[in-house]
């Protein structure tokens, strides 16, 4: 039975709580604003097919991009017109979830185009809305690409002129020249019979992503009061006498009755598989079991820096692998200049008994610090009570805080002894592990066999993990 | 208490919440939404219910751009006490 009330539907936060202003419950729109409408079209429709639940919203940069103040949903926030690319991952990891990218013409015409071209062309199963209000609305009505010809902006006070700023970019008719979108609509808000068939045509979209059937546009002529500088009403007129000899309405593309559902398959690599597909797991059978080692050590954010050349990246890649094979939960990212040898470079290294929510190390408990600028850079951030490990043979200064473990090591002496300065990274890494004994030597030894490609360099790097083990190990506080 | 069935649609206009646009007084098939002549505290002239021929039809409710500003309650709307809300 047809409902006996229209109201606010549940799909909006019943106040707006994400909204700094004072006023919960009124949204940030400007008076006559298009986005108000659609917003009541989607949530209306998330309603009506109890799909919010598993909704992500996806808000792009522009007016809307408060669109998680209001909608109960899950939201992101993407980049300026990358809201696509982000629906695309989301959707690819959640492929139950139902993601609707939300974007203005600004957004998805100028510098989104690449995203939005590529993710129709891929047919994701994502839907998309796009508000063409031909301006840039929130920076206060600049030409956007969907600016039609001769339209006065602030950027084209004399009109825009196609000889000199290009035709206005058609949107549904370039999306649905592309073989994969399977629903592409321009709909306008302008009076009662238009705001139905927009209202359906966002339902529609919304449907055929619940239903598998892949890629859905709706272009929505919505009109931008503020930014036209008219009045409310006048402005649904102008999009009515003016924009829609530009912008013809229509259903471009429909083959929503033709295509088969299509859900892709679910990756059913294991993990062994994925860890045997990116070579992180050495050919063994052995089992590596962890060590017992002092709780301030635990869960170490390492933060190994130096120039590059020095093996800075393979020292952390190497703790991450020796992680892995102790079954830690590990992450390794690695971040450097342009230049192979000599730029500055760092990694960032976690080696948890939690799952690790960022591969980003802000604040390091573990500093490894390979020359004088990573120590002089590094040494303020890390964490009160954290370790400082530094090759005293390249950094002649010393460790200024008090309030942390120090490691002195003089670790490129010590590999020049063993008859190659380059293994000077491997005996850092040991004397991180034999220090706080987080890992077995064995351990470290096998992380060689796949982080040493040179097999005649094997060992003398195996000699440097006992020197670098041994020593980190003789200097562990009792 | 029993349930009520409402017998006349009626529509209502959230004063505090309309930003006074007027795209439902123009979209209004039988003309019954107007402005006020007071303005509410955000100083926008709010559209009101003239009180008599709403049909319950909606279009406002679509046409306004506001998730809450108006509510249309149809007839056969059930309903506890005296008056909808």
Sequence with gaps: ?478 | MQKKKLEKPFVKVVPELCKGCGICIEACPPEVLKFHDKFNTKGYHFAYYLGDDCRGCGVCFYACPEPEAIIVYKKGYEYEGEEVA
């Design chain 1, 1 to 478: 039975m047809a409902s006996k009330v229209l109201q606010k539907p549940a799909s909006f936060y019943d106040t707006y709580e994400r909204n700094p202003s004072t006023d919960k419950k009124m949204p940030h729109y400007c008076p006559g604003c298009g986005h108000g409408n659609v917003h009541k079209f989607i949530a209306e429709a998330l309603d009506n097919y109890e799909l919010a639940d598993r909704t992500i919203f996806i808000s792009p940069v522009g007016c809307s991009v408060f669109g998680y103040y209001y909608f109960d949903t899950g939201n992101i926030q993407a980049a300026h017109g990358r809201a696509p690319a982000v629906a695309t991952g989301i959707k690819r990891a959640h492929p139950h979830s139902i993601v609707i990218s939300y974007q203005g013409d600004g957004d998805l015409a100028a510098i989104g185009t690449a995203e939005i071209l590529h993710a129709a062309n891929r047919g994701e199963n994502i839907t998309v809305f796009f508000i063409n209000n031909a301006i840039y609305g929130m920076t206060g009505g600049q030409m956007a690409p969907t600016t039609l010809e001769t339209q006065k902006t602030t950027t084209t006070p004399t009109g825009r002129n196609a000889r000199n700023e290009g035709y206005p970019v058609k949107v549904a008719e370039l999306i649905s020249q592309l073989e994969a979108p399977v629903y592409v609509e321009r709909v306008a808000l302008f009076d009662n019979k238009h705001r139905s068939r927009a209202r359906m045509a966002v339902r529609k979209a919304i449907k055929n992503q619940a239903d598998h059937l892949g890629f859905s546009l709706v272009e929505i002529l919505s009109p931008c009061p503020s930014g036209w500088k008219m009045d409310p009403v006048d402005s649904l007129h102008w999009i009515k006498d003016v924009m829609m000899n530009q912008f013809p309405l229509g259903v471009y593309k429909d083959n929503t009755k033709e295509v088969e559902p299509y859900e892709a398959p679910k990756m059913q690599l294991s993990d062994e598989e994925i860890k045997q597909a990116i070579e992180i797991i050495p050919d063994t059978e052995k089992e590596f079991k962890k060590t017992e080692y002092a709780e301030r050590y635990a869960n170490p954010e390492i933060k190994v820096a130096g120039f590059g050349g020095q093996g800075v990246l393979l020292l952390g890649a190497a703790l991450a692998q020796a992680g892995l094979l102790e079954n830690y939960n590990v992450s390794w990212l690695p971040s450097y200049g342009p230049e192979m040898r000599g730029g500055t470079a760092n990694c960032h290294v976690n080696v948890r008994n939690i799952p690790v929510g960022s591969p980003v190390v802000n604040d390091p408990t573990v500093l490894i610090a390979l020359n004088r600028p990573s120590l002089e850079k590094f040494e303020p951030v890390v964490v009160k009570n954290g370790l400082i490990i530094y090759d005293t043979s390249l950094i002649d200064i010393e460790v200024q805080r008090d309030d942390v473990e120090v490691l002195a090591i003089p670790a490129t002496e010590m590999a020049d002894k063993l008859g190659n300065t380059r293994t000077a990274n491997m005996i850092a890494m040991a004397a991180f592990a034999g220090y706080t004994g987080i890992f077995n030597r064995e351990t470290l030894k096998e992380t060689l066999k796949t982080a040493i490609k040179r097999k005649k360099l094997l060992a003398i790097n195996e000699k440097a993990v006992d020197e670098g083990y041994e020593f980190g190990k003789s200097k562990r506080p009792s």
